[in-house]
């Protein structure tokens, strides 16, 4: 404890910690000094703009498999949206199970962003898995 004081009466500990805060979607959060872990672990933070984005895949995607739409260029017609987007939101409900459950409790790593996801990413459940936890 070289950073602890003592007060001259005895009765106040003063100790300094290097810390700096950071924003990260509009919301403050405390980055602690290397190698120090953080004792209080913060609330899930639900990206709801990623949650939406899942909800609209598994939606296009039962549109597609029902027959409402026989193709994506007739369901990006009918949403007024570009095909290619849509072909890229779909490619969400390929993500692995344990990916999506993660997502919807707020538990998918800092960097698991709608941006990130909407990039090409291995369809092979071990392969994404393994490509999140690291």
């Not at 810390?19 to 980055?31: L, M, P, W």
């Not at 949403?79 to 538990?107: M, Q």
């Amino acid at each position: 404890m070289a950073n602890a004081r003592l007060s001259d009466d005895g009765r106040t500990l003063t100790v300094r910690v290097p810390i700096a805060f950071a924003k990260r979607g509009g919301r403050k959060s405390v980055i602690s000094p290397d190698g120090v872990s953080t004792a209080v672990s913060s609330r899930p933070h639900i990206d709801s703009t990623l949650v939406k984005a899942l909800a609209r895949a598994f939606r296009w995607r039962k549109l597609l498999e029902t027959g409402v739409y026989a193709t994506i260029d007739e369901m990006a017609v009918a949403e007024k949206i570009n095909a290619s987007y849509v072909c890229r939101v779909l490619r969400l409900t390929l993500l692995a199970p344990d990916i999506v459950e993660a997502i919807l409790d707020g538990r998918q790593p800092e960097d698991m962003t709608l941006a990130a996801v909407m990039k090409p990413f291995p369809v092979g459940w071990n392969a994404q898995e393994s490509m999140c936890s690291s």
